[in-house]
């Protein structure tokens, strides 16, 4: 019902055994996905996990091993718009802050599933939000802004537009260095992060988006994307 409107054909239509959503290296089984570009079909034929596709007609796809292929004219735009009606919160936990962590003046840190390890220093002025993870020595810069709500927008083309919650965390793992006025956007799904590895370093005025995985001993100098 909720994406009836981007169908190809709607008469008789079941979605068989998907109960997630994903994109087509999904590692969660029975997975509904979309192709919209040729270039991963291969990916999702190879993906078991795989068990119904939103498809482009023009990809002419056929069904592969018990594979569910669905007629669609806004693949991407629907599957988006699946997720995002049937999306769940992560539950709620209290943040923790370790004794031994420096805070500066206006640091505001939200009270839902932070976690700030030991001898990590926030100075002035910056924010924290939900599902951060913050490694033991790890320094935050002022002013800089981490766990956002990233901005993800789909568009179909009869001009519907929808704007594509975050759900998921950050995880900044030990002894990294997170200069000024930096912003690190928080994972779109509840069970995705943006993760930032070990003593990896960004420069001030950087964007790290949504999703975005650093490894350990990066450098991003300033005002890199």
Known sequence: ELIKDY??????????????????NSGKRNTLTFLDDERFIEEAKKNSNIKGVLA?????????????????????????????ETAVD??????SIDDTAQLGDNVC????????????????????????????????RSGTRIGM???????????DVLFVSHRGGVRI????????????DRG???????????YTAIGALSHIAHGVKLGDRVFAAANAL
Do not use: M
């Open 109 to 140: 840190i939200s009270d839902c599933g932070v976690i700030i390890g030991p001898n990590v220093r926030l100075e002035d002025n910056v924010t924290i939000g939900p599902w951060t993870y913050i490694g033991d020595n790890t320094v935050i």
């Open 56 to 84: 482009c007609p023009s990809l002419n796809i056929s069904p592969w091993d018990g594979v569910q292929i669905i007629p669609c004219n806004e693949p991407r735009f629907a599957l988006y718009k699946l997720l995002e």
């Open 188 to 198: 779109i799904s509840a069970d995705s992060d943006t993760i930032i590895g070990k």
């Open 90 to 95: 992560r539950p709620f936990e209290a943040t």
């Open 149 to 159: 709500e990233g901005l993800e927008r789909k568009v179909a083309r009869n001009g």
């Open 173 to 184: 793992a030990e002894y990294a260095q997170i200069g000024p006025n930096v912003v690190i």
């Open 7 to 24: 169908l190809v054909s709607v008469s008789n239509l079941h979605i068989n055994a998907c109960d997630q959503i994903g994109l087509a």
